[in-house]
């Protein structure tokens, strides 16, 4: 049951990603964008990183996607000008794309990775929070500045020149 | 499930679709649906090494700087298509070639 549903989160993810490459209607794309998210976070839950899924859910979902979303709609005029976008060279492009795959995935079988595979966790919070606050205190505080920064950057580009 | 290889092919895929909307993608804001989907991939190969290489939780602190990164990436890339079409009246990548008109 549990591999079904595994597999099930496995094929929508990837057929929800081709969907956001391929689609000419953006609107639809951001969709499947979203559906990808959800895939992923569901990816998160098999590796028991439950936080992770809450932190995927909020921030991916309910703020990069509604971003993309409004970006979306203030830059296409969708009564005069044509919503959809075509994807120019296809064909270099998927020669590329399809010869760094291939690479990927030969590196990946023939690797002899580690597998310590260790008890399910009780709780990952506190872990997480331990971690922040002691060997990654540095990151954590300049990460803090630097999303200071791009809020200040953003408001002042996107603002119109009065 | 149990295997690390399904996660980081999985993974491959997701970097390589991303990569393909990076490549051939026109609308900016595709382009930029092509990074977060590069994004999603390196942070589910963080999170799959973490719980494979013994619960270490330094993934998941790795994963979480990853999202607020991607985060204010998209807000200051957003002001810049926003202004970039209010300049050009077009968001298409390939005419873009000038910050000023």
Redesign the interface.
């Given at each position: 049951m549990?591999?079904i549903i595994?597999w099930f989160f496995?094929i929508m993810?990837?057929a929800a990603?081709?969907t956001?490459?391929l689609s000419k209607n953006?609107i639809y794309?951001?969709v499947a964008?979203l559906v990808?998210?959800i895939g992923?976070a569901a990816?998160?839950v098999?590796?028991?990183?439950d936080?992770?899924v809450g932190?995927?859910v909020m921030?991916?979902i309910g703020?990069?996607l509604i971003?993309?979303l409004?970006?979306?709609m203030?830059?296409t005029k969708i009564t005069s000008v044509r919503i959809s976008?075509?994807?120019?060279?296809?064909g270099?492009?998927?020669l590329?794309?399809?010869a760094?795959?291939i690479g990927?995935?030969w590196m990946?079988?023939i690797s002899p990775?580690?597998?310590?595979?260790?008890?399910e966790?009780q709780q990952?919070v506190h872990?997480?929070g331990t971690?922040?606050m002691t060997?990654?205190l540095l990151?954590f505080e300049v990460?803090s500045v630097?999303?200071l920064?791009?809020?200040i950057?953003?408001?002042v580009?996107?603002r119109?020149e009065s | 499930?149990?295997?690390?290889?399904?996660?980081?092919?999985?993974a491959?895929?997701?970097?390589?679709?991303?990569?393909?909307?990076i490549?051939?993608?026109?609308?900016a804001?595709?382009v930029?649906?092509?990074i977060?989907?590069i994004l999603?991939a390196a942070?589910?190969n963080f999170?799959?090494f973490?719980?494979?290489?013994?619960?270490n939780?330094?993934g998941?602190?790795f994963?979480?700087?990853v999202?607020?990164?991607?985060?204010?990436?998209?807000?200051?890339a957003?002001?810049?298509?926003?202004?970039l079409?209010?300049n050009f009246n077009s968001?298409?990548v390939?005419e873009a070639q000038q910050l000023k008109q």
């Open positions: 549990i591999n595994f496995v993810t990837i990603a081709l956001v490459v953006l794309a951001a964008l990808t998210f992923v990816m998160y098999f590796l028991w990183a936080f992770m932190i995927q921030i991916y703020g990069i971003l993309l409004f970006g979306i203030l830059t976008h075509t994807n120019v060279q296809r270099v492009g998927a590329i794309v399809t760094i795959f990927l995935v990946i079988n990775w580690l597998q310590n595979i260790s008890q966790p990952t872990s997480i971690l922040l060997d990654f990151p990460v630097l999303l920064g791009a809020l950057g953003a408001a580009l996107a119109k | 499930m149990d295997i690390l290889q399904v996660y980081l092919t999985l491959a895929i997701l970097f390589s679709l991303g990569l393909f909307a490549i051939t993608r026109r609308n804001i595709a930029l649906m092509g977060e989907l999603n942070n589910l999170i799959a973490a719980r494979f290489g013994g619960m939780f330094s998941h602190i994963a979480l700087f999202i607020v990164l991607a985060a204010a990436e998209v807000a200051v957003l002001a810049i298509i926003i202004n079409y209010q968001i298409n390939d």
